[in-house]
């Protein structure tokens, strides 16, 4: 039972284009979701975080915007730039508890030159 | 530093063997958590402490998974008699607000 989905393995770009990573969830009761970036041999790193009483949150080149009744979340990067070539984690959390993150299997993101 | 570390960073054992994997956490961060890639997978959630509340330990595969954390800082996760499908790579993250900050992982391999 995959409460955190991430439906394309794979995405291509060009560099100086627009890169948008979606991804889809199944339990209403996430309040807080993230995305995190992994090279390879290295741990996730932040990327950037949204919470469920906002619809969108931007920082820099990254946009993460919310559609809670779609349970549907997706990260914009403009311009993409080959260094963000990476695997992208979508990830959720319930408030209270252990507050443990739910990801999904995550998306290659690759930026051409 | 002033990051997650774990070691070691990688180990090859034998099936049947016990391992012992270990984080240090970011120094103020009272939260700690395992997870575990498996290949082609997301990460997913082992066992979780705060402070010196007992510790959530749902996400545990089997009773031969167990983990510790000492003085409210270094965590231990061991593995006793170890089989293939242990293999993957063990993720330690700390968080003192509201996101998390992973280690480089530990990449197991059970021969």
């Known amino acids: 039972d995959q409460q955190v989905k991430q439906n394309s393995p794979s995405l291509s770009v060009q560099e100086g284009r627009i890169s948008i990573l979606n991804c889809d969830y199944t339990?209403?009761?996430?309040?807080?979701f993230l995305w995190y970036k992994k090279y390879p041999a290295e741990g996730p790193t932040f990327l950037i975080s949204?919470?469920?009483?906002?619809d969108k949150n931007e920082d820099g080149r990254f946009t993460v915007f919310l559609n809670k009744s779609a349970k549907h979340l997706s990260l914009h990067i403009v311009p993409s730039q080959p260094g963000d070539s990476a695997v992208y984690f979508c990830a959720a959390r319930k408030q209270g508890g252990s507050e443990k993150l739910v990801f999904g299997k995550g998306m290659k993101l690759t930026v051409n030159p | 530093g002033a990051g997650v570390s774990q070691s070691p960073s990688n180990k090859v054992t034998e099936k049947g063997k016990d391992v012992e994997l270990r984080c240090d956490p970011i120094s103020g961060h009272t939260a700690l958590y395992w997870y575990r890639q498996s290949l082609g997978q997301g990460l997913e959630f082992l066992i979780y402490f705060q402070g010196n509340s007992a510790p959530d330990k749902s996400g545990l595969p089997s009773d031969r998974f167990s983990a510790e954390r000492t003085g409210g800082s270094v965590s231990t996760l061991t593995i006793q008699r170890t089989q293939q499908e242990d293999s993957a790579v063990y993720l330690c993250?700390?968080?003192?607000?509201?996101?998390?900050?992973f280690g480089p992982g530990t990449r197991l391999t059970v021969l």
């Open positions: 993250a700390s968080r003192r607000t509201n996101e998390q900050f």
């Open positions: 339990n209403s009761m996430f309040d807080y």
């Open positions: 949204i919470s469920s009483i906002k």
